[in-house]
Each structure stands twice: as C-alpha cells, then as structure tokens.
C-alpha cells in the first residue's frame, strides 16, 4: 500500500459524458501528478501540481483539467469523453516538486462506451 | 530530441537465470533516473533512483546501474514473484519545466 488514495476504482460513462476522478496523496506530499496508461501510448504525464499551484503540464487536452486543494487532494476533470479517453488513470505523489521519487495510487480503470 | 528507451520489449527467463534490462537515454542535464516496477493493473511501485554515472543501487535480486547514457537493470537468479514490467523514467526539460518521461517499459515473465 503507497499511502495514495484514488476514487473511484471503476468508472463506465458514455461518449460525451464528463468524469471526474479523485486523489489524496500521502501526508506529508506535496505534489500530486496525473497520468494516462493505454496499451498502445504507455504511461503518459498529463499534469503536475505543487501545494495547490499548476508546476508543469505534459500531453493534457483542452478537454481535461485539473486542480489541487487547500487539504491537498486533487482532481482531475474529463470531458466530452471520447471512445479513446478509455485507459487508467494515475495519480502520484512525492514530498518535493520536479521530483520522480514518486508514489502511485491503485488508479481508475475509465471505460468509455 | 531527449527520450527514454528500454529493451527488450519482453523477456522471458527461467528461474534462476540472471539477465540484464536496459534503460537508454538522451537527456540534456539528466536529473535522476528512476526504476519503478508495475504488476498488471496496478500502480507502479519506485524501486531505486540514481544521480550518477558510475552509482549502484541494488535491492534484494535486483541492481541498477548507471553509465552516461545507459542504466541497466540487473537481476540475479529471479523468482517467478520477479515476473512483472519494469519501466525506467526521467524528467525532461520542456517549455521550461522539467516533465516526468517513462520508457514503454519492459515485460518480464520468469517460468518457474
């Protein structure tokens, strides 16, 4: 167990739909990253975030966002869901920022049909 | 173009039977290189992080290594517990941040 939480666990939505999954990292963490894993890209880094402020961005769409909270946990927002949105999605944390020394959550499996 | 690569794509070993992963790399101004592990649908899990070349970090069965341009996953007499992917990762300097990049990572599966 890494300490970082992720809800939900599972998630079938329909195309279009909006999403929006869950993360609180382990204490003391700072940072929180997002990232997508599909068979074909691997993992990829969408967002990072540091003591609530946006620090660096990777391959995120428009349509996706996210923020951090005061308590730390973040959220990621999806939406105008496409079929190839379908992947899981990570979270991670770590104390510092610009830091790989990270720990993931068990993820959430999106299914978009 | 900085990038990470990892070979082979798969591997399959006896138990027992040491080998070698490797994690190549172009980086301009390398901040770390990391080895996580990855059971099939679940989060990856940070094994070592190295800094320089010339540094070792090992860990059970497992060592890494790091040369300027290389790191190399060593494992020695594996388990079939050992079967899992095994992914290298660096942080690359984009639009002024540094932005964490994995290899495809490579599938290890040890036959008891």
């Known amino acids: 167990d890494s300490g970082v939480t992720q809800t939900p666990k599972h998630l079938i939505t329909a195309t279009g739909q909006r999403v ?94 | 173009e900085d990038q990470v690569t990892q070979s082979p794509e798969a591997l399959r070993l006896q138990e027992g039977e040491s080998s070698s992963l490797n994690c190549s790399y172009t980086v301009s101004g390398l901040r770390g290189l990391f080895w996580y592990r990855q059971d099939p649908g679940k989060g990856p899990e940070f094994l070592f992080t190295l800094y320089s070349a010339g540094e070792e970090k090992e860990k059970e069965r497992l060592k890494a290594t790091l040369t300027k341009k290389e790191s190399f996953l060593h494992i020695t007499a594996p388990k079939p517990e050992d079967s899992a992917t095994y992914l290298c990762a660096a942080s690359l300097l984009s639009g002024g941040s540094y932005i964490p990049t994995f290899g495809r990572g490579t599938s290890l599966i040890v036959h008891p």
């Open chain 1, 20 to 113: 929006t999954l869950r993360c609180s990292p382990r204490s003391g963490d700072l940072s929180v990253y997002w990232y997508q894993q599909s068979l074909d890209q691997g993992l990829q880094f969408l967002i990072q975030y540091y003591n609530g402020e946006e620090r660096a961005k990777g391959n995120i769409l428009e349509r996706f966002s996210a923020q951090q909270f005061p308590d730390l946990h973040s959220e990621l927002n999806l939406s105008s869901l496409e079929l190839g949105d379908s992947a899981l999605y990570f979270c991670a944390s770590a104390k510092g920022s610009g830091i790989l020394e990270q720990y993931f959550g068990p993820g959430t499996r999106l299914t978009v049909t």
